[in-house]
């Protein structure tokens, strides 16, 4: 029986992805190993460590690991610095099970660490197809995995496809539909006012759009003009926006750049930028915005569960599966802002299940409760 | 068109694996960026510097990557090392292709490096079935690789069913087996002299069976007791053996150890110790063996082509195809003893193309030559 | 004689305070070895890449050694990181000698990865008295360095007293006064227009003083107490504020915050922030304005020979040798306005060579031409 | 006052030099955080680990620091492996004090991570005078170092002299002679047989030589000629001779690998190589030879104090103080063999108090365990 597992939280959104499930292994009375690493850590990504905290779950280490520059080899560094030191936490530690989460350029640096040290693993929102190096490094934890919590049925039978053994996949839902409330409330008063903004406060009551686009590392070097289609193609909405920072990822900060330019030289009066927001205020923003734009797989989960009208450019997501809310367009400033204005005038979706049913936490924690003794020997099952 | 490529090679097996290719790819004028890492750099892992040099290959760069202690955590922190000090090398000299080989702890985090920095991978003898961490290694490498050069029929359509897309898979056989000449010499008076052994030499006039067991990784605990039962089996042998002493993985101190105690306590007469071969001699070697014992791979694709009576023991070679000149055996004494001594009374299987025919390396660099562009973004082809 | 000379640039007042010596080495031809380091590779800290690229510097390698989190184990790490990759450059370069310079916590790393290599170390402006880690950093550098350039005839003194051979050290005065020209221009129109700041643009023609305060490392907790009263003295000025922000050290994200949350919550009209000038027009900033606030060493340094009044706040400085320009205070609001004040009323001191006479660089580059054959082997000389 | 305080140990002769220091500390009740690094951690290198075991010190963490190649650049990358991973350990064990070990190439890393994250430093046998990189370790460590507990006062003298604080230097003796007990027994049966040894058993009743010879990294290219001085001399002794493997400094490589062919090469019978003894057995080897030869700095310091007739080949330990027990030569076989033999006829030599008298461990325990308030912030004291 799994009593220790060590579960390497590496942002905000990471944190959405596995919450539910660390509440139900609390309840279960399975010892959390709560590591931060990455832009955990870091402040100028917003505030996760108060969220934790007030979630009372106890940090056990803090992994920091991001050397600065934003580009491919500093990321790379990175996941050398992550493998380094999570060696001795793994040694220290000894958990059972090291629960690793979707596909951030973290994420396999952990799975090798726990791999080669000869401690299962566990993985969830295996199987799905994206561009980006998300890809690799999604199929490549897979194959460093001898546990799957699939989100989607087609994931759970991709996952089959490449050779795991169909006893060792668990088609569970995506935990981060579990954050998901019975009823989202309207913003208020103070909604916006709680977050440190740069631009002017957006007004809660009037209609909005959110923008959140990362960049696509394996694009890196089109970054810069990939961004500048999505600025084009806002500069011709007068709806107040709710701009979102992107992740720590290479190429970031090449975007961050590209809007400050932008801001600088424009000063739209519509725009606010944001940091981040809690798990659920998150929720809570695009379930009441008109339009959620960019190339976050929030917008496909949580914004199919919610039925946002979404705009989702680029590659990064390409292959992913989709619901209705979804629209992919190329990047390109004319079909990105016909495609907005298309779902502003669209409004909500339908509410559609294909990414869960809001209790994959208690699935997941269930099996790892449940799971007697994992071999630690993967084998391709042809 | 490919124009410079990168090798790391990280120990003898490792450039026994990928000579021919090198030898292939100079006469096509493509730049080889050799890099050695790891056991490659260390003279008691053998003299493999000067047999690199003495082929007239430029070695571009050393990383010195080995944490000494030979023990899961040190491996794991080896890996980091690589990553990180490879993330430098790749900046620096840019190349169009990584060629990363086989299923060594080193080669996934080459692979890492190489695909967070945006640069293609070929990587040979994926598809292959084994045990022990290589099996991770092996699956995990072929999702971060663009392209794929298999040894057999058998891993070509494993890499395919993992979702690799079938243009980019390429049967080539094992390059390893390149190095078999036509006619492979008989020992001569020299050939154990220009080693450097403990024991008394070996009469090169005299029957002898090889010896090479490497650590399982996976089941690093039972190392001491794995390798004892190998020990107990050859007490019972008089015939000359020549004892190969393991690579660098986790566990290998734990053979070494018990290997030396045997030693210092029973002090064998015909028993001979060697760091390593060369590769032609390795060849030469194992073809005049009575028996080939342990768990090498070698026993299985060069001892396939050379039908040399091999007995495998344990699970390192697990689900690994084989053709009829290998036995496995359990980790047990007296299993072992009767296999070797089964193998020795039935002498010389014919020769197997199973694993190749000896033209994998001017297959994969013509390949190599051939290739327009190649797509780095990975996409699971079902 | 000396052939190959690395020199490791961290920053952007690192540059400042090797360049000259750089350019007449080059006039030698001497080859410079250029490697640029930590927030020198940064662009939020500045474009130092573009300068040294507008000075025909070469540069050789970018080591991305800062790990984020601006605390002091991400120094440390910092540190660690440095040493790590520093060693793979000093093999491959193989310099004859390594140029070191003043008292950054990148410093002391590259003088123990060249001196654990054998390879012989030069450090600039040693011997001099401060506060914070640099006081370390710059004592344990000497004790580990070769050949001393020291600025002052006291620090001289102090490096002799420290046990250094008298032969070896040279005074030479300080580099960083070389860039002075013989007649500083003063502002004009496209002066700040230049630069990226947050604010509004300063007015050329008004009176302004300049703010730069960094952290204090050994006084890591008190940051931001120490910030917030510089931040409530200047709340009473009316006069243009050019503030600067501070460098890479622990501490420097606390100090941001402070001036961040002070920036949003008053929204002073008369502040403008700059991530940096260029070395020549930082110069002009400092020999034009009313007063130079903060720690920075600029003030004591190059405002001694320019006359600038300046104010220099806790411990940092504490110790150095000072001109009549400067006057200590105490983190105090009350005093550190009283000595604004004051030295606005005071305008101009007289110039002082106490830090040199802007040929410091040519002398240092004609004794590394001369110098035949150094001795790494240290020895206390008493 | 100190309540918790951190001990880095890096090897046994690291040790022997603060274990005494640990015994008096622990009857103090101050919190001793063990951490082993580097060869301490390597049964290689003997078996620290249960010595200390047998001790009862609790070891916190492991540290496993060593890159493989014992040249130069794998020390430096070791150097910088400490650094980053102490600076974790620091971070969680949070210690009042780091107390660091006189002038291995480990002790300057362990004293940067401290320095940098505001941890005080003690460190022993500051001070004194030597060759190979130990002199500039030892003296960058003192200027990183906020306490100092020299060995002789010759030493307090020359750190004052450095511009430490007086009241900061406390002149204790060398903790490493509290180990010798007032009455050191006579060698017995079971002495030699207790160790694992290459070649033939000793034979306690015969008079013996010991050998101990370490690399001096300063002069690393030379390595190999030196120790061939040393083993040419020896060929002409036929007396027993105990020899000890060297460290793990850059050039034991070397080293090991002329020991080795020469021991292949000659067959000596008269030899028998030893890894180590425990700290007490090594006091009695050293007491009954009737010559101790090499470079190591036990036959300066233990020596002194017992009297063991000794000749110092090389610069390893020029300038350090001696007693008269010891003859310095230089790398130069005719001229080692002449002091041998020498010594051999001299015989014991009279105690001499030089390095102390059996009471520095606890001196240092007091003084630890007085201390109220230690000011981070380093100064220059002229």
Redesign the interface.
Known sequence: MTKKIMVVINNRANYSRIRSVLVELRKKNITIQLITNSAA????YGDLLNIIKKDKFKIH??I??????E???????S??????????L???FKPDLVLTIADR?ET??IA??A????IPIAHTQGGE?T???D??VR??????SQIHFPSTKKSME?II???EDKKNVYLTGCPSLDLIPNKIPKLDKSFFKKY?YVGNLTDYKKPYIVILQHPV????KNTSKQIIETINAIKNITKQIVWLWPNVD?GS?AIS?KIRTFR?ENNPKNISFYKNFSPVDFLRLIDNADCFLGNSSSAIREGSYLGVPSVNIG?RQS?REKSKNVIDVDYNAKKILNAVNYQIKHGKYKKDNLYGDRNAGLRIANIIKKIKKIN?????N?
Not at 71 to 77: A, E, V
Not at 376 to 380: C, D, E, N
């Open positions: 850590n870091l402040s100028k280490s803090k920091y690991s991001v050397v600065e520059g580009i491919p080899q500093t990321m790379t560094k996941a050398g610095l992550i493998v380094l030191e999570l060696s001795a793994l040694e220290k350029f396999l640096p090798i660490a791999s080669y040290m000869n197809q561009g980006s190096i890809e690799s199929h490549a934890t897979t194959k460093l991709n496809k490449m050779g440190r590392t394996t694009e890196f290479a900060d750049k600088e590659s292959n630690i020997q993967k084998k391709l042809y």
